[in-house]
């Protein structure tokens, strides 16, 4: 299985702050994608983080609030800016492995914000 | 967009057999995926569909009708760790996953 690790695994923020996230894969992929995953709830996809081109985000998500990189095949970063409590949340990093055929998530940052 | 359902809860009893039903209406389909949540940690894979029929992978297998828009996942002999959400998952085209509710199945002695 796929190796993906994120920094912090958890942080403590206070409102108005930013938080950056970085998601390290031990292989090059080409897509890696960000979720959300908000208490008691499922997985919300974020955006699409694709090396050398901008990331494309989902409905309800906007770069502003979501800036993210990718600066090579094996990293990604998400911020989470200007937080609120609403922010609140666990937050994953996912990539696929082999043929497409397997998709592996981070163990995520869970994400207070007072 | 896709709409994902499955039922929110079910419990068994050690050493039985489970099935959980996933049905999907999708506006593009790449693949179907269950995924394995304990509380407090990160889903894990458990498996992957894109063509009908049966995927058995030891005390888990999961199944796919592409045409009926479904899928199931079945856990036999049931042991205590098996308490956890599963979540049925469909991939589209540009590969993104929407996920289901998840399922939170109980194991009891």
């Known amino acids: 299985s796929a190796v993906i690790s994120q920094k912090p695994s958890r942080d403590i923020c206070q409102r108005g702050t930013s938080l950056t996230i970085q998601c390290q894969v031990d292989?090059?992929?080409?897509?890696m994608f960000w979720y959300r995953q908000q208490p008691g709830q499922s997985l919300t996809l974020i955006a699409t983080a694709n090396q050398g081109s901008e990331a494309t985000y989902e409905s309800g998500f906007v770069i502003d609030k979501f800036p993210i990189s990718r600066p090579n095949l094996t990293f990604s970063t998400l911020t989470v800016s200007n937080m609120s409590p609403e922010d609140s949340s666990i937050y994953l990093c996912?990539?696929?492995?082999?043929?497409?055929?397997?998709?592996?998530f981070g163990p995520g940052t869970r994400l207070t914000v007072l | 967009g896709q709409n994902i359902d499955q039922p929110t809860e079910m419990t068994a009893t050690e050493g039985a057999i489970v099935q959980i039903n996933c049905t999907y209406q999708t506006s593009g389909f790449n693949g179907l995926f269950w995924y394995q949540q304990h509380a407090g940690e990160a889903p894990t894979f458990l498996s992957y569909n894109v063509l009908d029929g049966l995927e058995e992978k030891g005390r888990f297998s999961s199944f796919l009708s592409r045409s009926k828009g479904y899928s199931y996942l079945l856990l036999k002999e049931l042991q205590m760790k098996d308490s956890a959400s599963y979540l049925c998952?469909?991939?589209?085209?540009?590969?993104?996953?929407?996920f289901g509710a998840g399922t939170t199945v109980t194991v009891r002695a």
């Open positions: 292989s090059q992929v080409t897509m």
């Open positions: 998952a469909v991939r589209d085209g540009d590969y993104k996953l929407s």
């Open positions: 996912s990539a696929p492995r082999g043929d497409y055929n397997e998709q592996f």
